[in-house]
């Protein structure tokens, strides 16, 4: 890793300003996703709704934070950059499209051929470095200091992460009342928008959503193979942690040095719960044949944490689904267990 691949980045927390700005962004470009009622009377002892981010133009949340980013920093003429695993680069690579900015998108070699082959639809052609997150990261951060282009982290970006906390301000509109909202957690940027959407950056400025006001839980729920943000938090600092494999692969690597989303989770008081791989399958499968709903294992986290009992249950509860980008060779052997 060179010298400014390892610098340490500064990055401040998104101000009521970018909230408002993303807010903007977003709605010129997507319409709201659905809030349903998911039928598991019987299997969860809850009232379960489920954002269904998994009706977005790539298939998952990130293209919100995408297109509240882009639209903030694609003025330069060697437009943007970034790493992803594959959705948060689907994301970008949309919003670029739509903007008519100028994209590069690193993605580690062995990423989800279902995720490489949508950046290729979408019309770019992905960067292939390394075998993990961390490796295309690195490599992203070098290449944008290189060239000029504006790096967007797929989670430690104020810009991405006011833009994540748009899906909270629709569930605001959809769902009156107090409730539990259910984030996957990766390295945090959704979980950071959507504490914010809740409670603003302030207390002196308040959510854009603010006037919808309701107590609202978050709790953030990890794969046990990947616990970078809760293990940060925890600690207050980034700590490097072990990765396992996972289904959930959208959720494992380790954070950037210095990422603010763990310090915005910890100060809002956070509460973490992790899944395993069994449960984890077990929820990707029953939102598939009891619900008619194509889920990755990033986006069945929180279901999962509800069927291992990991969560304490007080009132509705919605689960961020968050993406449905799962290949047919992962999905089918989890169908036909």
Known sequence: ????????????????????????????????????????????????????????????????????????????????????????????????????????????????????????????EPVLHGSSYDEAEAHALGLAASSGAEFISAYNDPYVIAGQATCLGEVREQLHGAFTVVVPVGGGGLLAGTVLAAHGP????????????????????????????????????????EIGPTL??????????????????AAHGVEFAAVGEEHIAEAVRLLATRCGLIVEGSGAVGLAALLAGALTLDGPVVLLLTGRNIAVSALTPILSA
């Not at 400025?205 to 943000?229: T, Y």
């Not at 210095?258 to 989770?265: D, F, K, Q």
Request: proline fraction near 6%; aromatic fraction near 2%.
């Open 1 to 124: 890793m060179t010298d400014v691949e390892n610098s340490l980045r500064t990055v401040e927390p998104p101000t009521a300003a970018d909230l408002d700005h993303a807010r903007h962004a977003v709605a010129a470009e997507l319409a709201p996703t659905p809030l349903i009622r998911l039928p598991l009377d019987g299997i969860v002892g809850a009232d379960v709704h489920a954002k269904l981010e998994t009706m977005q133009p790539t298939g998952s949340f990130k293209v919100r934070g995408a297109l509240a980013a882009v639209a903030a920093l694609g003025g330069a003429d060697a437009g943007v950059i970034t790493a992803s695993a594959g959705n948060h680069g689907l994301g970008v690579a949309y919003a670029a499209t739509r903007l008519r900015v100028p994209c590069t998108i690193v993605v580690p070699a062995n990423a989800s051929p279902v995720k490489i082959e949508g950046l290729r639809r979408l019309g770019v």
């Open 202 to 241: 302030t207390r002196a400025a308040a959510s854009p959503w603010s006037s919808a006001a309701a107590r609202i839980r978050v709790v953030g729920v990890e794969s046990a193979a990947s616990r970078a943000v809760s293990t940060a938090a925890g600690a207050g600092t980034v700590t490097e942690v």
């Open 248 to 265: 959930a692969d959208g959720l494992a690597g380790n954070l950037e040095r210095g990422s603010i989303t763990p310090g915005l989770a």
